[in-house]
């Protein structure tokens, strides 16, 4: 008997299965599975679940585009991929991408609609199509006129940047093979479909065959892609989510529509370092990158009011400078709020808690509302003692000195604990003007001292242990 060639996909969940059902079993949402039809296989094996998984991770992508048999091969027989990574155009986005982007890579690019995606890939189009070689820009969100209007207005002018407006996968698929480019941009995955499917473009069954369609040609033609998809917070289009496992990064283009700051967050990446933050401002002239993020977000901090501190959080592999604000004021009607913008709720509450219990701040009859400058959202425990010194500064209407940095994970005991890369941090801090460091005090605060002397830092930033966050506190707000 052949073997179906159909899957039942949910449209929530993108969990798949062999029949139609009313419920899915996976997630519980009601009426939500659609048929998918299986791409076109080699005859071994063609639907296997182990082929279907490698198809998933692009690991046989392009052994299953030139129909070779999978054999195990030893390590050193396997053929390199050349490690000549190409430059995007921008110092922010290269460390994103982990030193630029690897040829035959599929980079996802999720954000909200209107923060700058489309902005951004034909900026770096622009410069691609200029400095190495013809680029195809596909949108399917914009006519062509369009594009070429938004071009002219970022002061590009690429003779081999071309435009090609549609929305079907086997144009596209022919354009990249016709025209071999150094660079595919997809506007957006979301507006792409394959005519063999019947489902709607945008529903997950086409977002995510049209994803392992276009993997298959980055993978076996070496071409570089970029991949736009927009996220709602309604999460009703079949979003980026799940399309994580497949591409080879994910990038988020994030940003408060009020700020013209948007930072370009990697969340996956198979070839360096996750976590990393590339800065960028929106100008009328498209986006220009912020090489110095810190500074700028420090820019605008209040000389004199209190609840307002300075702490050094590490993103990906470079350390930022962030001011966090905090608001204590006696409650109203009996219930304490608490609010946290930019930092999770639960550790502040947690922090709410030492305060009160180790610390001895009547903090239980009082709104505390906490906030961090630029629209940044902090998660690292090494900010806990910043959040906790603004706190404290605003409960006792004390300001803290504008030149001290705050650096400090707090335990639940009150008790100051180490983090790491404790020398990058206060370097980063010594570099912009800042005279002292709150630390934890550990073993690896005296070799950072050592450190900074040897550097010849040591005048200019003074590194202050603490062993204890009521200690610290006494410091901070003497
Ligand atoms: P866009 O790149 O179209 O967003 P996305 O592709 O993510 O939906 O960006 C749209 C916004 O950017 C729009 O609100 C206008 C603004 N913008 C500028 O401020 N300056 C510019 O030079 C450009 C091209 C856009
Ligand atoms: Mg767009």
Redesign the pocket.
């Known amino acids: 008997m052949p073997k179906s060639r159909t899957r039942f996909v949910c449209q929530q969940c993108g969990g798949e299965q062999t029949k139609w059902l009313g419920r899915c079993p996976d997630c519980g949402a009601w009426n939500t599975l659609e048929e998918v039809s299986l791409p076109e296989m080699p005859a071994s094996g063609a639907a296997t679940p182990q082929r279907r998984y490698a198809l998933l991770t692009g690991a046989a992508a392009s052994a299953g585009a030139s129909a070779a048999p999978a054999v195990p091969q030893p390590l050193p027989q396997v053929k390199a991929l050349s490690h000549d990574r190409l430059s995007v155009g921008y110092a922010e986005m290269d460390r994103v991408l982990g030193g630029g982007l690897v040829p035959g890579s599929l980079t996802l690019v999720g ?1 909200e ?7 951004l890939l034909l900026q770096v189009s622009g410069y691609i199509a200029e400095q190495v070689g013809p680029v195809l820009y596909v949108s399917g969100e914009e006519s062509s006129e369009q594009i070429k209007m ?1 071009a002219e ?2 002061e590009i002018s690429g003779e081999r940047l071309y435009l090609l407006a549609t929305v079907e996968l086997e144009v596209i698929c022919e354009a990249i093979a016709r025209l071999k480019p150094a660079l595919v941009v997809i506007d957006s995955i979301q507006t792409v479909f394959a005519t063999h499917l019947t489902s709607a473009p945008g529903s997950i069954s086409q977002v995510r065959e049209c994803t392992l369609h276009l993997m298959q040609v980055a993978k076996s033609s070496h071409i570089p892609m970029f991949i ?1 998809g927009h996220v709602t917070k309604e999460g009703t289009v079949a979003g980026p989510k799940a399309l994580e496992h497949i591409a080879d990064c994910v990038l988020y ?1 994030e940003g408060e529509r009020y700020h013209t700051y948007r930072l370009l967050r990697g969340v996956k990446n198979r070839f360096g370092a996750t976590h990393e933050v590339g800065v960028f401002e ?5 986006l220009q990158e912020v090489p110095n993020p810190s500074a700028l977000f420090l820019s605008e901090r209040p000389g004199a009011a209190s609840g307002s501190a300075v702490v050094v959080s590490m993103e990906g592999t470079r350390p930022l400078l962030v001011e966090v604000q905090a608001l204590v004021t006696p409650s109203n009607f009996g219930i304490a709020r608490c609010t946290a913008n930019g930092i999770e709720h639960n550790r502040l509450l947690m922090l709410l808690a030492v305060l009160t219990k180790r610390v001895g701040l009547a903090l239980g009859n009082h709104d505390v509302y906490t906030n961090v400058v630029g629209g940044f959202t902090l998660e690292e425990p090494a900010v806990d003692l910043g959040v906790a010194a603004a706190i404290a500064s605003s409960y006792r209407d004390r300001r803290i000195p504008p030149d001290l940095a705050l650096i400090g994970e707090v335990g639940l005991s009150g008790e100051l604990r180490a983090v790491s890369r404790l020398g990058l941090r206060v370097r980063e801090a010594a570099k912009l003007g800042f005279k002292r460091c709150l630390v934890p005090a550990s073993a690896r605060t005296e070799r950072v001292r050592r450190e900074l002397e040897e550097a010849g830092l040591a005048e200019e930033c003074r590194v202050i242990p603490a062993s204890t966050l009521a200690v610290a506190l006494e410091i901070a707000l003497h």
């Open positions: 954000g609609p209107g923060i700058g995606k489309s902005t938004r207005r970022l736009i283009l929106m100008h009328g002239e498209g």
